[in-house]
């Protein structure tokens, strides 16, 4: 009976990571409809022929409250109840229970199907700063980062020299000597 207790923990934790899956404001003591339905379809609980995702949807319908829209983890294992021996046909609740328990432990959200920024060769070779030739290359220093106004506007020397002037801050210097 330990083992099943060391299990329950082990089950608890991977609801709370499928609780917390793509909502922000989630606290991972409570788990919605669409958070269950990917618990059971990333866990292999689904198979499509024993376990269905409507099976896994009125399972989820009937153990949450009337006006609820989330279960608790006990609901959750009162759903596991349930579907435990759909999808273990001819092994008692206890093993069925079990095996489902073993389904889910240690399993965490998939992200299978998120659409990733493509890199092609060609985007990295036009973003490269260090190959900009002309006025363009004026805008980025060194390291490649911008230099924002500076680099896209001619800054005027308003220092009260005349432009190009060698002697530039050497009248206090000649000042003083006189």
Avoid at 57 to 66: G, M, T
Avoid at 151 to 158: A, H, V
């Amino acid at each position: 009976m330990a083992e099943g207790s060391a299990s329950l923990e082990d089950v608890k934790t991977s609801f709370q990571k499928f609780a917390v899956h793509g909502d922000t404001k989630a606290t991972g003591k409570e788990m919605n409809g669409k958070n269950f339905a990917k618990l059971c379809k990333d866990c292999q609980i689904t198979d499509g022929k024993n376990v269905t995702t409507t099976d896994v949807d009125i399972v989820f319908s009937k153990v949450k409250a009337k006006s609820a829209r989330v279960i608790t983890f006990e609901q959750f294992n009162q759903a596991l109840t349930e579907l435990a021996p759909k999808r273990f046909k001819g092994k008692n609740q206890e093993e069925s229970l079990q095996q489902l328990y073993g389904l889910i432990v240690g399993k965490d959200p998939a992200n299978v199907g998120i659409t990733k920024a493509a890199k092609a060769g060609a985007v990295d070779r036009l973003t490269d700063v260090s190959k900009y030739t002309g006025s363009h290359k004026e805008r980025f220093d060194e390291a490649g980062k911008g230099k924002g106004k500076a680099g896209r506007e001619d800054m005027p020397d308003t220092s009260g020299y005349v432009a190009a002037y060698k002697g530039s801050g050497t009248y206090d210097d000649k000042v003083k000597e006189a």
